[in-house]
């Protein structure tokens, strides 16, 4: 098949490939026909004929020569062969041309592909007027007054022009279809799926949090187990702890590329027992563990561990019984998993989107205004103190906004960072804040290595975000405490100020409070507010339930924000 598109001069293995394939074919059907080893030269003649049009098949010049030469040689050769045919009474009336003339698709079949619809009419020209110098100049036999002939040359003319005329039809065929509004109707089919079957699953929701728990509670059930965990794949290679069940949180091991039951189960999709534990400590003893994946399709979505304090706990019939229970489950995780990844996705989007909007709209015209200002502060005449007091008190009221768009931008635009961590996000924040605002900054971080679901870092990082905004516009304080405790599934994030307090004269109302409580609500977590002594205010939002082990804290006091 000749090259759709022209591309550098080089041989392609298909096309030549191809092209030789013709040959032998039309050397084979001329042997055939005429009997005479000295016919092949006209196909040696068409070999070199045929070079240049796939050698340098995107110059300009010798492209379309090497195919005029084709067809120049393949309609000579026809009359040639039609009457070596005749004159060796193996054909008869002149259809020994047909040995030859199939190649002529060849040289019409790459013009139309290139697009070359007056090529391709030039070359059929050509080619009827050389089919009639070739049937003239023959010898013995005149082919020209053979009807075979005739009709083989006027067979082969009209199948080029269908060649040339419908291989528009044929280069579309061959194209990938261009991209239609289609997957925007599949997307609305499949999300409305989607919001059936939320409407259907425990709790009512497409929670991956919440699905994770209901799975616990089922294989509880199903097998023995005094701690258990569902993870789920995250960024860098990493697992994150959706749920977990336990007397004491258990600091399991997360990454794939570890010496461990938990790799093994990913990799394989096999169920692994264990006789060791899956965590990354353990206090020694019997113990049994049971690492089983969730697989949807052909993907592994997240493992669901098991593990008792007892040897040998997870025989065979038990592992059928948890799979059992584990394969519905993973359809299930996996939809809320999707869900949440294009809720996350979209909600991004968006805050950059609104974040552009205001850049080159709100904020351009703002500083424009200012520019405006200044310039009348500056034509005023002598005496006018009163309006140069009063165009200063509205320059200084202007540059205000602007902080405060600068800051609204700053904060649609930061993001969790799955190198950083949720700590060093919220760190930035407060930092840049607490320097606008001449704060004191005091950060307390003790974040383990594992992590959260991407969009449950993002809810936690809006919250202390507002909480961190509302303390630097209405508290009026000297002092801001940030402190955040990260260990999956359980997170802590509580902002407090010496400010005046939560007052009802504190003009930030309730609406910043309602956004956080709902994205509290959304992550299963817990908003509260409370009175800080001996002044202040203190917001925490908390995320499951705190872990049963001594914290290690990394302390740091930053003045004026840094």
């Avoid at 959706?242 to 999709?269: K, P």
């Amino acid at each position: 098949m000749p090259a759709l598109v022209s591309g550098p001069a080089r041989i392609r293995p298909a096309e030549a490939a191809a092209r030789v394939v013709m040959l032998l074919l039309v050397a084979a059907l001329t042997l055939t026909a005429t009997g005479d080893p000295a016919q092949l030269g006209w196909i040696g003649l068409l070999a070199i004929a045929a070079v240049p049009s796939f050698v340098a098949r995107g110059h300009a010049v010798l492209a379309p020569l090497g195919r005029l030469a084709e067809v120049v040689v393949t309609c000579l050769a026809a009359g040639w062969i039609a009457a070596a045919a005749h004159a060796a009474d193996r054909v008869d009336a002149g259809f020994g041309a047909e040995a030859v003339l199939p190649y002529l698709a060849v040289p019409l079949l790459t013009a139309a592909l290139r697009r070359r619809p007056a090529e391709g009419i030039t070359l059929l020209a050509v080619a009827a007027a050389t089919m009639v110098v070739g049937g003239v100049l023959a010898e013995p036999g005149d082919p020209l007054r053979q009807p075979g002939y005739l009709a083989a040359c006027g067979q082969w003319l009209v199948l080029g022009a269908i060649i040339t005329f419908a291989a528009e039809t044929m280069r579309q065929l061959l194209q990938p279809p261009e991209p239609t509004p289609q997957p925007y109707a599949e997307a609305t089919r499949l999300l409305t799926q989607l919001r059936s079957v939320a409407r259907s699953l425990p709790g009512a929701t497409l929670d991956p949090g919440g699905i994770s728990e209901h799975l616990l509670e089922e294989l509880r059930a199903v097998a023995p187990g005094h701690r258990a965990a569902v993870l789920s794949a995250s960024g860098g290679g990493r697992l994150v702890v959706l749920a977990q069940t336990g007397a004491e949180r258990v600091d399991w091991e997360t990454t794939l590329d570890a010496d461990s039951a938990i790799a093994d189960a990913w990799a394989t999709q096999q169920p692994q027992p264990a006789s060791r534990s899956q965590a990354r400590s353990h206090p020694g003893g019997d113990v049994s563990s049971l690492v089983v994946p969730l697989v949807a399709g052909v993907r592994t979505i997240g493992l669901v561990i098991l593990e008792t304090d007892a040897s040998g706990a997870y025989p065979s019939p038990v592992i059928q019984g948890v799979t059992e229970v584990t394969g519905p489950a993973s359809l299930r995780l996996e939809a809320a998993l999707l869900f949440d990844d294009v809720r996350s996705l979209a909600t991004n989007e968006e805050r950059q989107r609104l974040a552009r909007e205001i850049h080159d709209g709100v904020a351009q015209e703002l500083v424009m205004v200012g520019y405006g200002i200044d310039n009348a502060q500056a034509t005023l005449p002598e005496g006018a103190e009163e309006t140069a007091e009063e165009l200063r008190v509205l320059r200084a009221e202007v540059t205000r906004v602007i902080t405060e768009l600068r800051l609204s931008l700053f904060e649609l635009r930061s993001e969790v960072d799955r190198n950083g961590g949720l700590a060093a996000a919220i760190a930035e924040y407060a930092r840049t804040l607490g320097t606008s605002a001449g704060l004191r900054v005091h950060f307390t971080f003790d974040e383990s290595t594992a992590r959260l679901p991407a969009a449950t870092e993002a809810e936690l990082l809006r919250i202390a975000q507002e909480a961190i905004t509302n303390a630097r516009k209405h508290a009026g304080a000297s002092n801001l405490w940030v402190t955040c405790t990260v260990d999956p599934p359980y997170a802590e994030i509580e902002v407090s100020d010496d400010g005046k307090g939560f007052a009802d004269t504190r003009p930030d109302g309730r609406y910043g409070l309602t956004i956080m409580a709902e994205r509290a609500e959304r992550i299963r977590g817990r908003l509260k507010i409370t009175p800080r002594h001996p002044s202040g205010t203190t917001v925490a939002v908390v995320l499951g339930t705190p872990p049963r082990r001594d914290s290690v804290r990394d302390s740091v006091s930053a003045p004026e924000g840094e």
